[in-house]
């Protein structure tokens, strides 16, 4: 064994001269699992109350936004009914809302090749800051000074449509269609800690049982239909107040 | 200023799957081990709870286990004569970060390659002519083969515990099992996964057209289990919660479940998260590696030497590790010269999605490994004659998850908002199933990994550049595939069918697969290899260089089985071999 010999008689004392070395900048783990009982990093859940990014107005078009894109209809509540405007609202004031976790380091060109996806260097909070007033001034010159929110559902509807075909020429119209829809799909369907699928709306519509974390009485029956309500992070709204 | 630490014998860059075996092993061994991991600490009891882990928002969507592109990503064009654009926000694969890697939130699947490819390259030749070979491809033989892999394949799925069912037996075909596989030499530790609905149909259909279906090998595991490091495991309890996810109910294979409990025991190991290796400190002669430099959570630089320098961070990075430190040399396209960042490739994918009446499929009821397989078109267990194609793919019919951020299956043509959606979604959720085929990707001397020019990591380093596409010879084998998948989903009784092969360029945005290989290719001849067939560095002896990195091109198959086992056989040669008489295991 010729590397280690001569410092595995000194192992022990060589890694207390190491820690003593080492500062607390970095984390050094030896001798056990750094584990402790009821340690855990859960998701802080969303609170009801006034918009942390958005203003009034903001808020406003987003609901009705998000009214269009999942309708309160005969099949259950809408996005809006659900709390995606407050689920958008958290997560624009949180690191997604600036794009804190991704590379946005430039240069950004201007022709990027569509398969090589996100090139801009507009983060989620300036999309919807400027999407919204561009969508608003939009309105006001077409619909003689309306705003989106005051529209009817159908020329919403239309007005939609042009932003997703792109005929509704705003600046960066479809990218704003884009991301207002993503937003909306992630909170009706995401967990109701983050402020939206309130009472688990979009779960009960598709019949996706949530959290519960063991099917194995699914697997020993298959093709049967599932019949238990959700479960959420949080629990149910029937155990409790929640 | 950078400090100087005490000398270990060896430093372990990257601490998942690869790092934590080799760690535990060496110290085993006698060495004092230290692991340097520039991601998180993570523990199953503490970052996987079961009460938050089952969160689709936070950890499939806002990414919360993987590298952050801010901290690191590669660059990415589909040509050599185009710009390169770094890849702001991942999509296609997702690359791990933090003890335990992508070992943490992958899926499970745990295959061994075929002994046909290990010999792509001479088998193809010998059957079908050179002219079989596709246009400006890299294609090589490993320099291993299955029968001399496999007693290392049979560690690993020890250690992880792996649910399946054999199929070849010390050379006798088993029922049940994939008659195609490589002979092994016992059973898989613990029983294959329970099937549902979709992987019952699937196995029928395809019994009646002559194939030969099997449950695939599953790192979700089905029965208790103790593994040989004393680590125990818990069953599967079909939570849908696997890619993505750290497993809370110790089911999932994994660094945390299988190795580390055992490591943290062992008195001359000792791991340091958030401290980035930026280089690895060469001689004077470039021919022996002093150590590392690592930079620490506040920006600290330090010197940390070691006689043994094992590299098993993510296959990009360590092919960016060996460039940015100047082990071996650079692969240049144009000259078609050079080894490091040769032979980049991926996974192809083809198949076929078909909407069901009257059924209860529960995609939500899933594990990452849950599915029935067909491996009867899979590498060249079938006559390619004419087909224009070299490689193969495995065929299955599975449910990962029903995670409906995601997973909302609608028909084409179905509006992508609105009450028309929502009744869709709705109608369809329960009604969706697809038989998927996973195909190989060949090696080409216009696939391959540098550094780019332009674009660099907080600490201002170049980002590593990616240039890939699918081939030709990728494209008619997607195709073919898809057509096979459609004929089978057909059979189980579908009446729409849509079929899904490869269409356009290479995209970052749809996620696809993480299997990203080569780049620092295992190999007999140091012109064309970074590696000897230890693993071990032609250039620098005392580094070793673990991970799919090492893949010359990829088979049809998910790579970590193969990764698990070069690591052991890696780790027996360093041991046995190395150890005593350090140099070069295989003269160039």
């Known amino acids: 064994m010729a590397l280690s010999t001569r410092r595995r008689l000194l192992a022990g004392s060589a890694l207390f001269g190491v820690a003593a070395a080492f500062p607390a900048a970095a984390r050094t783990i030896a001798g056990a699992m750094p584990w402790n009982p009821n340690e855990a990093y859960p998701p802080s859940p969303v609170l009801p109350g006034r918009y942390l990014f958005f203003r009034p107005e903001e808020a406003a078009a987003v609901d009705a936004l998000v009214a269009r894109l999942v309708p ?104 704003f269609f884009d991301l207002l829809l993503a937003n909306t799909m992630e909170g009706f369907f995401s967990d109701p800690i983050y402020g939206g699928n309130r009472d688990m709306v979009g779960w009960k519509l598709v019949g996706f049982p949530g959290t519960r974390y063991d099917y194995r009485d699914v697997m020993a029956k298959p093709n049967q239909p599932y019949t238990l309500p959700p479960v959420a992070i949080g629990g149910q709204p029937a155990w409790g107040n929640r | 200023m950078v400090r100087r630490l005490p000398p270990k014998d060896v430093v372990i860059v990257g601490l998942g799957w690869t790092g934590s075996i080799l760690a535990l092993e060496l110290a085993r061994a006698g060495l004092e081990v230290v692991a340097l991991e520039r991601g998180p600490w993570r523990d199953t009891a503490t970052d996987f709870n079961i009460g938050t882990t089952p969160d689709e928002l936070r950890y499939s969507i806002r990414h919360e286990l993987f590298l952050r592109p801010r901290q690191e990503t590669v660059t990415m064009r589909n040509t050599p004569d185009q710009l390169a654009l770094p890849i702001r926000r991942w ?33 193809t030749i010998a059957r079908y002519g050179d002219k079989a070979l596709p246009d400006g491809n890299h294609i090589q033989d490993w320099p291993v083969t299955y029968e001399e892999l496999e007693p290392y394949y049979d560690r690993f799925e020890y250690v992880a515990g792996i649910s399946g069912k054999a199929g070849n037996l010390k ?35 395809a019994t009646e057209r002559g194939l030969h279906p099997f449950p695939r090998p599953s790192a979700n595991i089905s029965e208790p289990y103790t593994n040989p490091y004393g680590c125990r495991m818990a069953p599967c309890t079909f939570c849908g919660f696997c890619e993505r996810f750290g497993c809370a109910n110790y089911s999932k294979s994994s660094p945390q479940t299988c190795v580390l409990p055992a490591l943290m025991r062992e008195p001359l190991f000792e791991a340091r998260t958030e401290c980035e290796v930026t280089k690895v400190n060469l001689s004077g002669d470039g021919k022996h590696a002093t150590g590392v430099t690592y930079v620490d959570s506040q920006g600290q630089e330090w010197e940390q030497p070691g006689e043994l320098v094992i590299l098993c961070a993510f296959s990009f990075f360590n092919v960016r590790l060996m460039l940015l430190s100047g082990i071996g040399q650079p692969y240049d396209r144009d000259r078609d010269e050079g080894v490091v960042g040769r032979n980049y490739a991926y996974q192809s994918a083809g198949g076929s999605t078909a909407f069901f009446e009257n059924v209860n499929f529960n995609p939500f009821a899933a594990a990452g490994s849950l599915g029935a397989a067909v491996d009867d078109y899979n590498s060249d267990n079938f006559d390619h004659t004419n087909l224009g194609f070299v490689g193969g793919a495995s065929i299955t019919c599975a449910y990962t998850n029903g995670r409906p951020i995601l997973y909302r299956p609608v028909p084409p043509g179905t509006p992508t908002w609105g009450s028309a959606w929502k009744r869709a979604v709705k109608d369809n959720y329960q009604k969706v199933t697809s038989v998927g085929a996973q195909g190989s990707v060949m090696s080409y001397r216009d696939c391959f990994l ?53 269409r356009g360029p290479w995209s970052v945005i749809p996620y696809q697969t993480t299997h990203n290989t080569g780049g620092a290719i295992m190999g007999d001849d140091p012109k064309t290899s970074a590696l000897n067939r230890y693993l071990q560095s032609w250039d620098v002896p005392n580094v070793f260089v673990m991970g799919a990195s090492a893949f010359p091109q990829n088979a049809g198959y998910n790579p970590t089985g193969t990764v698990g086992a070069l690591t052991y056989w890696a780790l027996d040669a360093i041991r046995d071999r190395y150890l005593k008489s350090p140099g070069p295991l295989v003269q160039a």
């Not at chain 1, 009914?81 to 240069?107: C, K, N, S």
């Not at chain 2, 099992?177 to 099937?195: D, I, M, S, V």
Request: contains cysteine.
């Open chain 2, 91 to 123: 999509g296609s694969f997702l690359p791990g970060n933090g003890v335990g890697g992508a070992g943490v939130h992958w899926n499970g699947q745990t295959w061994r390659f075929l002994p046909n490819d290990f010999k792509i390259r001479s088998n």
């Open chain 2, 171 to 205: 050379g006798a075909t088993q029922p049940g099992g994939n008659p195609f596989e490589g002979a092994r030499a016992r059973e898989y530790p613990t029983k294959p996964l329970t099937q549902g609905y979709a992987q019952d149909l699937f196995t029928k259909a």
């Open chain 2, 450 to 502: 540098d550094l780019d020019p332009t674009y660099k990591d907080p600490l201002g380093r170049p980002l590593l550049r990616m240039t890939f596409d699918y081939k030709n010879n990728e494209r008619k084998l997607s195709d073919w595939m898809s057509d096979r998948c459609d004929e089978i989903i057909r059979a189980m009784g579908a009446k729409t069918t849509q079929k899904t092969p490869i």
């Open chain 1, 72 to 175: 309160n209809d005969e099949l259950g509540p809408g996005a809006k009914e659900a709390g995606v405007t407050t689920f958008i609202d958290r997560q624009l004031a949180g690191p997604y809302g600036g794009h804190d976790w991704l590379y946005m380091q430039g240069p950004f060109p201007a022709n990027p090749l569509p398969s090589q996806g996100l090139q801009s260097p507009v983060v989620p909070r300036d999309g919807y800051r400027q999407g919204l007033a561009a969508l608003a001034e939009y309105c006001r010159s077409t619909y003689s000074g309306k705003v989106f929110a005051d529209l009817p559902p159908a020329e919403q509807d239309k007005v939609l449509t042009g932003l997703e075909k792109g005929e509704v020429k705003i600046k960066d119209g479809r990218a």
